[in-house]
């Protein structure tokens, strides 16, 4: 209002003609720095106080200069319209953009601290995780060494039970098949009881070998030996067995195998086993009807099934009865002979062939237990190179090869040459590594006589012991330069008391036929048998069993490893039953200083021991590597750490 003002007394002043259009200012300056709605009001008093100028008495301003100046007021308005409406627009989109970045922001903020949250609580169970993992190692550490520890103590336990039963079965079988040896006559109610007495201990002696079994498949330390075989062949020698049972109960017995069945890849005495522990069961727990038993092949696997009209399982007891040391809760279960570990083990043997066993019953009506078994076969050995390639492997063409397609990982089947004059090594193999092709040689020259007719990834060579090794593994190297040689000493189960000069291995308890086959095996007429042992009972055990075995053998008895040495060296028998653990002087050194002696290495030996072989894992005592010329020193430093890394891990 005061540049208004100011321009209406210079215009009175008439100190500069046309002064009144800087009236336009105060218009200009409401819409810059007030606003529009500012600017219109200041125009519209400007143009009243104008019209008022123009209209005052004594001949105010004239019209041609007001209306100038109104003309540039409200020029200067619609200028300033033009201009500073998109400005405003543009002030009011930059304004809720800023609020909009600010709630963007604020946001942000939220979700940074939820994410530090977050990464705070991940870190946290990261840490719980890792100690989750320690623990689970240390737990892991524990069941394992409980597993040895209970493996330990099975074996112990069976031997300290094996001893008494050795004297048991000995002394009952005979008195029962040969009275005449105590100058007395047997009554048949004795007869009877000593039947029972037998029978009782024939069947803790089987309770022992299948706790043994159970403990070795849980520790998978069981063993098959696997071959072709007609499962026909199996069933028929199983329900033989079976038969007398089936008949003395009056129990029809129904086989169905189909002719054309192929032949089956497993192991010949523990598939005879499970088919003979279930028609077992089915015959002892029937007392009207009949079992059934029926094989059908589904694929690349056979089904075997064994229904009895038994009175069947409750559902509850389904699962359980394969469990060890668990019977049915039915009563007609539950009061049945046995030890409760015949499906367990059943089912441990089917499980190691790739199958898988399972029931299906109704209370009343019968149970159905079925097993499957794949049928698959070893790889046989070829000399041609298409032995390495898998037939479902397909070629492509080298313009659509990719790295991946044509890696060695996919085209080839690893196949290994296992040299070992035992012939056992290759089988323990294939129960580890199902999908290698292990080709078994029995020496260097059916060795390298198979490295010619094709490659292989590796050569094994067992030998009995590390002196024996280094040759063959030099002469194989010279023969497959760029193959890699390894040598081991994996002994067989008895192993230890073969290499030692042993002719076998006698488990108690030892019975009469155990000891007739060993007379037999000696391949000669035996007249002087010498028993060495520590316990005088089991000496004059044996004494009787082997007269009564023939009674023209002459039996000396040696109560320590000494004596016996000196029974051994003053006349040398034609056969030694020779205990393993003795106080003085054990049964393996004893069996040294036999064959370190000329005069008495021939004597045939055979250790009798409550120790079975088998309770021992299958390990070596060394490992020797070696590739064509030798190792560079980068191979041997990779090689090392990727080996010890393995070894850490086992």
């Known amino acids: 209002m005061r540049i208004a003002a100011a321009a209406v007394l210079l215009r009175a002043w008439r100190v500069a003609p046309g002064v009144l259009t800087l009236m336009v200012i105060p218009t200009a300056l409401a819409a810059a720095l007030i606003s529009l709605p500012a600017a219109f009001g200041t125009a519209l008093g400007e143009t009243g106080f104008l019209i008022l100028l123009a209209g005052a008495p004594g001949g105010g301003t004239p019209w041609s200069e007001v209306g100038v100046a109104l003309a540039a007021t409200w020029s200067i308005l619609g200028v300033m319209t033009m201009v500073y409406t998109p400005v405003q627009q543009v002030g009011r989109w930059l304004e809720e953009y800023f609020e909009r970045a600010r709630l963007f922001l604020k946001d942000a903020r939220d979700r940074k601290a939820e994410l530090e949250q977050t990464l705070e609580g991940l870190a946290h169970a990261n840490r719980l995780l890792a100690l989750a993992n320690e623990r689970n190692a240390v737990l892991r550490r524990i069941a394992e060494e409980a597993q040895r520890t ?170 359980r009865v394969f469990e060890p040391f668990v019977q049915a809760s039915g009563s007609p279960w539950q009061n049945a002979s046995g030890s409760g570990l015949g499906l367990s083990i059943s089912r441990q043997f089917v499980r190691l062939h790739g199958g898988r066993m399972w029931l299906e019953s109704e209370l009343g009506a019968g149970t159905s237990f079925h097993f499957t078994l794949p049928i698959s076969s070893p790889v046989e050995p070829v000399t041609k190179p298409a032995h390495r390639i898998r037939e479902d492997w397909i070629w492509w063409e080298p313009a659509f090869r990719s790295a991946r397609s044509g890696s060695n990982d996919q085209i080839l089947r690893p196949r290994v040459v296992i040299c070992d004059e035992a012939g056992t090594l290759c089988a323990e193999f294939a129960r580890f590594a199902g999908e290698v092709e292990f080709v078994d040689t029995r020496g260097l020259t059916d060795a390298m006589r198979e490295l010619r007719s094709g490659p292989a990834h590796a050569v094994v060579v067992n030998t009995s012991g590390p002196n024996d090794v280094w040759s063959l593994v030099e002469t194989l190297a010279r023969e497959a330069p760029d193959t890699p040689i390894i040598g081991c000493s994996v002994p067989r189960m008895a192993e230890r008391a073969m290499g030692a000069g042993a002719c076998g291995y006698l488990v108690k308890p030892v019975t009469r036929a155990d000891l007739n086959n060993a007379l037999q095996a000696v391949g000669k007429p035996v007249r002087r048998v010498l028993v060495v042992d520590d316990d005088p009972e089991v000496l004059d055990l044996f004494r009787r069993m082997l007269q009564v075995c023939d009674r023209t053998l002459e039996v000396v008895t040696a109560s320590s490893g000494r004596r016996a040495l000196e029974e051994l060296l003053r006349d040398p028998p034609d056969l030694v039953l020779l205990d393993i653990v003795m106080p003085d002087m054990g049964g393996w050194q004893v069996l040294e200083e036999i064959v370190r002696d000329g005069r008495i290495q021939q004597v045939p030996v055979f250790c009798v021991s409550a120790q079975d072989p088998a309770d021992q894992p299958l390990s070596s005592r060394f490992l020797l590597v070696t590739l064509g010329n030798g190792i560079s020193l980068r191979k041997l430093l990779r090689g090392s750490l990727e080996m010890s890394a393995q070894l850490m891990k086992s």
């Open 150 to 319: 209970k493996a330990a103590f099975v074996a112990n336990v069976s031997h300290e039970f094996r001893t008494p039963l050795n004297m048991i079965i000995g002394l009952v079988d005979l008195m029962a098949e040969t009275p005449e040896i105590y100058a007395v006559s047997l009554s048949p109610k004795m007869r009877e009881d000593l039947g029972v007495v037998h029978r009782n201990c024939d069947h803790l002696s089987k309770m022992i070998d299948d706790v043994l079994d159970l403990t070795r498949a849980e520790a998978g330390q069981l063993s098959v030996h696997k071959e072709r075989l007609d499962l026909r062949g199996i069933i028929g020698n199983s329900v033989e067995v079976v038969r007398p049972l089936l008949e003395k109960k009056r129990l029809a017995i129904q086989v169905e195998v189909p002719d054309d069945l192929p032949e089956i890849y497993c192991d010949r005495t523990r598939i005879q086993q499970v088919i003979l522990n279930l028609l077992s069961n089915a015959a002892r727990f029937t007392d009207e009807g009949g079992v059934a038993l029926s094989v059908v092949r589904q694929d690349h696997r056979v089904l075997v099934t064994v229904t009895d009209t038994g009175p069947g399982i409750a559902p509850q007891d389904t699962d």
